[in-house]
């Protein structure tokens, strides 16, 4: 059965300081990894799609990369801002669990002005 | 082109009574997955329909829920019978197609109280 974890669980960090946020999934025979935000009582907004045949995706001041031998995908974000604030979700698509996206809990981000 | 559509965004059920939650797929998608996002806890797959088929519900409760995706119209997940534990998001999503390398696309969630 796939599992995903998020590390960590929360983040505070002060506005401009680069991060990284972490995802690590036990089977990695996965067909592609997402990563979403979610704001407060808010939906999901798809941040940035890899494929399992891809290393990393870029857009604007986010990157993420992917190495699905070690089971593990970053997600680094660049010069931070308050309105970066969030819960940032990592998710798995294939293995175990086919056609289906198996989520990690999230990662809680606050940007402090 | 209009994303994934959920309605209601907010519905309000008393313990006992039917919930209707409909998706209305991205257009030219025929693949929508239903997942559920418990207050606190992280989202979890529940069924994934394509038109007038149940391709894989493993994660849908054995009681109370069913959903289905006809041939016209929108996706349906209804929930019989509701308890306090059904307060949840529901989430749908839609692909155009459930090969591997799909994208899923998320609708804004329809958010569920049972009093």
């Known amino acids: 059965k796939q599992e995903v974890t998020q590390i960590p669980a929360a983040l505070s960090v002060p506005e401009g300081e680069n991060l990284v946020l972490n995802c690590s999934f036990t089977?990695?025979?996965?067909?592609?990894l997402q990563w979403f935000r979610q704001d407060p009582g808010k939906g999901l907004t798809s941040l940035l799609l890899?494929?399992?045949?891809?290393r990393e995706q870029t857009s604007g001041r986010l990157n993420a990369s992917l190495d699905k031998s070690s089971g593990r995908s970053t997600l680094y974000i660049a010069a931070s801002q308050p309105g970066d604030s969030a819960t940032y979700l990592c998710?798995?698509?294939?293995?175990?669990?086919?056609?289906?996206?198996?989520f990690g809990e999230g990662t809680q981000l606050t940007v402090n002005p | 082109n209009a994303g994934v559509m959920q309605n209601p965004r907010h519905l309000v059920r008393r313990r006992g009574q039917e919930a209707r939650l409909r998706c209305s797929p991205m257009?030219?998608?025929?693949?929508v997955y239903w997942y559920r996002q418990l207050p606190e806890e992280g989202l979890k797959f529940m069924v994934y329909?394509?038109?007038?088929?149940?391709?894989?519900e493993s994660g849908m409760p054995k009681e109370r829920f069913s959903a289905e995706f006809p041939k016209e119209g929108p996706s349906i997940l209804r929930i019989q019978q509701v308890v306090r534990g059904d307060s949840a998001a529901y989430f749908c999503?839609?692909?155009?197609?459930?090969?591997?390398?799909?994208?899923?696309?998320f609708g804004p969630g329809t958010r569920l109280t049972v009093l």
């Open positions: 998710a798995v698509k294939g293995g175990t669990s086919g056609s289906r996206l198996t």
């Open positions: 329909l394509q038109k007038e088929n149940i391709i894989d």
């Open positions: 257009k030219g998608h025929s693949h």
């Open positions: 890899i494929q399992s045949s891809q």
């Open positions: 089977d990695s025979a996965i067909y592609n």
């Open positions: 999503a839609s692909s155009d197609q459930g090969a591997s390398y799909n994208e899923q696309f």
